[in-house]
């Protein structure tokens, strides 16, 4: 018989490449700062379980473009769909794709639209604060002020959105976290634990594969 799981760790194998100081990414600065600091520096390989996870996240969203653009589904017009975006600070850049781009056509407003998969809806009750600072992000750079997280359960489709205004100061704030992130990498600084010392994130170090060094304190 054929082994189909290997078949599909096959098919979705990511070719590993390590990223470069100077080059970060929108969904990482929500997280704690030594962890991604540590992504830099000590770069690992994508586990099959977990690119199956960001599979299962594509295979959402691309689900999600398809009712976006359903002639069904009149009252809304898909603008773009997994656009690129870039943004320059002082001495690094921030680049990242946009989910989608819609334009609800009863108030005549556009919307930046982040998609996130999820193993229960019904858990969900209130957008993650990492979502929103991607969402900040790509509000700032579209320059379209209205934003949205639409959470969709893996399991039965059902979904949940959160809106979000842009934030000026927000944005700027985030900005400044690259900043640091890149100061930090460039100096070789290890930066503070924060999910060790923030309660908010506390959950961060169960799932995060530095904790041995993290916990060692080793640069």
């Known amino acids: 018989m054929i082994d189909f799981d290997k078949m599909i ?28 600091w540590y992504s830099y520096k000590y770069p690992l390989e994508v586990k099959p379980d977990l690119a199956k996870i960001f599979e299962v996240g594509n295979i959402m969203h691309d689900f999600v473009v398809e009712v976006l653009k359903s002639d ?20 690094f850049l921030v680049s990242g794709r946009v989910d989608d781009l ?41 320059g379209i002020h209205n934003g949205m997280v639409l959470y969709i359960d893996k399991t ?26 890149h100061q930090l990498l460039s100096q070789n600084l290890l930066p503070v634990a924060e999910a060790r010392k923030k309660e908010e994130m506390g959950w961060m170090c169960r799932y995060c594969e530095y904790c041995e060094k993290c916990e060692k304190s080793e640069a």
Not at 72 to 89: A, D, Q, R, T, Y
Not at 120 to 141: C, I, N, R, T, W
Not at 158 to 175: G, H, L, N, P
Request: glycine share 4%.
């Open 72 to 91: 069904k589904n009149k009252e809304v017009e898909l603008l773009k769909s997994e656009f690129p975006l870039k943004i320059k600070g002082q001495d």
């Open 102 to 142: 819609i334009l609800v056509k009863e108030s005549g407003k556009s919307w930046v639209v982040e998609v996130k998969s999820t193993k229960s809806v019904d858990f969900v009750k209130e957008a993650d604060k990492k979502h929103l600072m991607q969402l900040q992000l790509y509000m700032h750079a579209t």
């Open 9 to 36: 760790d096959n098919h979705i194998a990511r070719e590993h490449r390590p990223k470069a100081i100077g080059r970060y990414y929108p969904s990482e600065i929500g997280s704690c700062m030594r962890k991604v």
């Open 156 to 181: 039965n489709l059902k979904s949940k959105v959160f809106s979000e205004k842009y934030s000026e100061e927000k944005a700027r704030e985030i900005m400044e976290r690259f900043g640091q992130l």
